[in-house]
């Protein structure tokens, strides 16, 4: 599985887009693309995830460049209940592995 | 439809009980796996199951840990004689399966506290 880099923490007005990256630049060719998410004292919350087309679903929109080495995930219009870690990893779909390693993640702020 | 149920929410132990933590997937998921976050601590995984079967358990401290998924009923974590190091928030995770394995649903979590 591909190592992930994201920004330790990033701010955002509420009502705003919050668009934050994540850097994958050994990704292999079968790997997608995960975004989770948790919310204080809560389990993590699944978002979206990838390949390498653009997603979107009714919590957010995943970008994904075309040489698939970063990503964006975009929550369209920020509230304050969008304050949380959001966590990108990136694995393979293959195979019965299927445990899930969560990094550091990005702390998202948002504010009034 | 319900989401993935955890029970009890907190627990309370002292030093050398057993904590017993139950996890009922999302309905119609049959994959469940355990992380533990302990206190300031990102998440760690533990331990796969998919019915009566142990699939990776990579993750679970070699003693005093066991899990399992019975045919009928809620998946149990249970940690034997339990030392304060063992204090964490327990979440299980439920997915559909094949080709969606990590498309996981998390419970809300099991709070354990030793005393």
Not at chain 1, 20 to 26: A, D, E, I, K, V
Not at chain 1, 51 to 66: D, F, G, Q, R, V
């Amino acid at each position: 599985d591909a190592k992930t880099t994201q920004p330790t923490s990033m701010d955002c007005a509420e009502g705003r887009a919050a668009n934050l990256p994540c850097n994958h630049s050994t990704i292999s060719g079968n790997e997608y693309v995960y975004w989770y998410r948790q919310i204080h004292s809560q389990g993590p919350q699944y978002i979206i995830h990838g390949l390498k087309n653009n997603e979107t679903n009714e919590m957010a929109s995943l970008i994904i460049t075309e040489d698939r080495k970063s990503s964006t995930l975009i929550l369209p219009h920020a509230t304050l209940r969008d304050t949380a870690v959001y966590y990108c990893i990136s694995l393979s779909n293959t195979g019965t592995a299927s445990k899930l390693t969560f990094g550091t993640g990005t702390r998202l702020q948002v504010t009034l | 439809n319900a989401g993935v149920m955890q029970n009890p929410r907190h627990l309370v132990r002292r030093r050398g009980q057993e904590a017993r933590l139950r996890c009922s997937p999302m309905k119609g998921h049959s994959h469940v796996y355990w992380y533990r976050q302990l206190p300031e601590e990102g998440l760690k995984f533990m331990v796969y199951l998919q019915k009566e079967n142990i699939i990776d358990e990579s993750g679970m401290p070699k003693e005093r840990f066991s899990a399992e998924f019975p045919k009928e009923g809620p998946s149990i974590l249970r940690i034997q004689q339990v030392v304060r190091g063992d204090s964490a928030a327990y979440f299980c995770a439920s997915s559909p399966g094949t080709g969606r394995f990590y498309e996981q649903y998390f419970g809300p979590g099991t709070r354990l506290t030793v005393t």
